[in-house]
């Protein structure tokens, strides 16, 4: 069974940073993707940013210049760091693993960002 633990949300200022990180446990290959995916009230879950096993890296128009995503195989750990950070990027953001040789798509319980003054 695979497990992701997304953690690293918060309220922050407009302009501000954060530093989201998601863990993966469990029996998981060393051929997978990690992706970050946020979901606003009201609104369908987009894809942010997500980075291939060999370190591939692709974002959402909206965030491109301002997050980077980063990975740590040896940790199985993704990271998401969110600098200038707008009201509109205020959503719960979910981390998302897929196993390409196991197979398998799986999902973090989320962790909430809020971008307010």
């Known amino acids: 069974q695979v497990q992701l633990v997304a953690s690293g949300g918060g309220l922050v200022q407009p302009g501000g940073s954060l530093r989201l990180s998601c863990a993966a446990s469990?029996?998981?290959?060393?051929?997978?993707?990690m992706d970050w995916y946020r979901q606003a009230p009201g609104k369908q879950r987009d894809l942010v940013a997500g980075?291939?096993?060999?370190?591939?890296?692709n974002y959402a128009g909206s965030v491109k210049g301002r997050f980077t995503i980063s990975r740590d195989n040896a940790k199985k750990m993704v990271y998401l760091q969110m600098n200038s950070l707008k009201p509109a990027d205020t959503a719960v953001y979910y981390c998302?693993?897929?196993?390409?040789?196991?197979?398998?798509?799986?999902w973090g319980q989320g962790t909430q960002v809020t971008v307010s003054s």
């Open positions: 998302n693993l897929r196993d390409y040789i196991r197979g398998g798509n799986y």
């Open positions: 469990g029996s998981i290959s060393n051929i997978y993707a």
């Open positions: 980075i291939s096993s060999a370190g591939g890296t």
